[in-house]
């Protein structure tokens, strides 16, 4: 039996478990990630790629990787509901901030555009990242058993092909192995809420629709035929690649029997409405809505991720979002404590801060995947209801009979409805953190700029991410994102930052830590030409901003101090769990 020593162990090599590795691996740390499938994803599964996740990837160095390899959504901008593809459009919208009414508020939020980048092409630009950087990655590698001590993880691992067993041993291990998580079972996580609430089954076709949606190119197309049994939404349609490979999605009854080829047939062709176009079936799996959460992130030393921690259905795209986002706020804590940076306590900061988030996210999925109830109920569609009474209920909609306006404006505002689920930018970007890695505040954050999770307020508040603002470096365009993160402590001043800059020298001197100070102004070292950072800042030309690796606002001053030194050391000393 072959032992292995790791500082990490990550079980699961999805979309968290690889960004955790790639982390890791670049903040030097040994870590050996192990999945039990033989490769990366081999179906399209998650597909859109929110700014945030996309901010992630900029600062592990693999942004542009990942852009080339999908979509922008500034080309696939629409959602469609129909009554089939080639058949009566029912409504159409903007989706992911690409309406006229949104452009500009996406573009002010991140320096990265969202993109439709589907999960079998990005798993393995991922991997091949996470080997450059030398860590170990293992497929058809499974977990079996898992135990900890006070300071060892110990995990008994299984080749699939040979039965081979390996003796893992590691200081911390990440369980991000999916919503059936070994991890999260054997060492009894605990969750709340409920799982197996719908069945569904998802098929990968290749099938040309271009002439059905090149005029409307989009993310999403909802079918609903009338009459159907599946009455509640017949299908719906994402686009793998521009437009000749799909996903369609449908509800379906027995989770334990697959439809056929041809029963996955019969149904495209009937969302489709085209007897004739050749359709090829890649794949077909099934799948259910949950509406789960772990209620901690933490055991000891093991921490759960992604699937593992938050189970929910795919409407919003949040899950590999959120999943992604788990791994980054976790893998620099674990690399800080790994190498003396920080104490133990800065480990529990981690399910403070991902837990609330991962809770409103599964809260905010089931609600938006429940929302297209809204739709069926303005079409007029009901359960039982015969073909012809549902065409007769859609030809009354857009008639000039009595009450028929008013059913518009019921369908309009159910289309609105949606924007939850498309055009959610407070709920992708504006998470707001509260844990030890936080030095808290005592007045509140800024009030919201309309609903907050249709919309996104910037604010250096601590606990919130740092605002992105462009800024001139040498006759280069960088956002004040680019300047902070990759792996440590920023200290953001302005005009008036040379007494902050002077203390963050002593203080990084005495934590042994990297502290690059970010001079940030009106013809500063990083120049705020068009004064975007002036207006998004909240501080004076003497204050201070403390960023950290993840680009969280961990501590600011608002104006100068007379003590600049003694408070940033301890605010430091506070977020790294060292006291003095």
């Known amino acids: 039996m072959t032992e292995i020593e790791v500082e990490v162990l990550v079980v699961g090599a999805g979309p968290s478990g690889l960004t955790a590795a790639l982390a890791l691996a670049r903040h030097g740390v040994k870590v050996m990630a192990i999945s039990k499938y033989r490769g990366p994803a081999n179906t399209p599964r998650a597909h859109i790629t929110n700014q945030r996740t996309l901010e992630v990837f900029k600062d592990l160095g693999i942004e ?9 959504l500034s080309y696939l901008s629409h959602n469609v509901l129909a009554t089939s593809l080639a058949g009566l459009e029912i409504a159409r ?34 991997r091949d990242a996470v080997i450059e950087q030398g860590a170990d990655v293992r497929y058809g590698y499974e977990l079996v058993e898992i135990s900890q001590t006070a300071d060892l993880v110990t995990a008994r691992i299984v080749e699939r092909d040979t039965g081979e067993e390996l003796i893992v041993r590691a200081r911390y291990a990440i369980g991000a192995d999916g919503g059936r998580s070994t991890v999260a079972e054997k060492l009894g996580f605990s969750f709340v809420g409920e799982p197996g609430l719908r069945n569904m089954v998802t098929s990968w076709l290749e099938v040309d629709l271009t002439r059905y949606v090149e005029h409307r190119p989009g993310v999403l197309y909802w079918i609903g035929r009338p009459g159907h049994e599946q009455w509640f939404g017949t299908a719906s349609w994402a ?8 996903l369609m999605v449908q509800p379906w009854s027995d989770p334990d029997v ?49 699937d593992a921690a938050h189970r929910h259905p795919p409407a919003g795209g949040l899950g590999t979002n959120t999943s992604v986002q788990d791994a980054f706020n976790l893998a620099w804590k674990l690399a800080y404590v790994l190498r003396g940076k920080a104490g133990p306590g800065l480990l529990d900061s981690y399910s403070a801060e991902r837990q609330p988030v991962g809770a409103h996210v599964v809260s905010r999925a089931n609600v938006s995947f429940e929302n297209t109830a809204a739709l069926v109920s303005a079409l007029g569609f009901t359960e039982g209801q015969s073909e012809a009474d549902g065409w007769e209920a859609i030809r009354s909609l857009y008639s000039d009979e009595p009450g028929a306006s008013e059913r518009r404006d019921v369908l309009e505002k159910a289309v609105k409805l949606q924007d939850y689920r498309s055009n959610a ?156």
């Open 64 to 72: 542009e990787r990942i852009r080339s390899a999908g979509w922008p």
């Open 425 to 580: 930018l407070g709920v992708d970007l504006g998470q707001r953190y509260a844990s030890g890695a936080v030095i808290a505040e005592s007045g509140p954050f800024p009030e919201p700029l309309g609903d907050p999770e249709l919309h996104y307020r910037p604010t250096s508040h601590s606990g919130a991410p740092l605002p992105h603002a462009w800024v001139e470096h040498d006759g280069k365009q960088l956002s004040t994102l680019d300047i902070t993160g990759h792996g440590n402590f920023s200290l953001l001043v302005g005009v008036g930052g040379t007494p902050w800059k002077q203390a963050a020298e002593q203080v990084a001197t005495r934590l042994g830590i990297e502290l690059p100070v970010r001079e940030v102004g009106l013809r500063c070292a990083y120049d705020d030409v068009n004064g975007d950072w002036k207006r998004a800042r909240e501080i004076g030309d003497h204050g201070a901003i403390l960023v950290r690796p993840d680009r969280f606002v961990a501590w600011r001053a608002l104006a100068a101090s007379s003590t600049p030194e003694v408070d940033l050391e301890a605010a430091l000393r506070q977020i790294l769990d060292r006291p003095a």
């Open 93 to 126: 919208y903007r989706s992911y901030g690409t309406g006229p009414d949104r452009l500009s508020e996406y573009a002010l939020a991140s320096p990265c555009p969202p993109i439709n980048c589907q999960q079998h092409v990005m798993e393995p630009i991922l």
């Open 258 to 306: 697959l439809p056929s080829e041809a029963e996955v047939i019969d149904r495209a062709r009937l969302t489709i409405d085209d007897g004739d176009v050749p359709i090829k079936v890649k794949s077909i799996g099934s799948w259910q809505v949950n509406n789960v959460v772990a209620t901690n992130y933490r055991n000891g030393s093991v921490f759960i991720s992604g």
């Open 239 to 246: 686009c793998v690649k521009p437009f000749t490979e799909w």
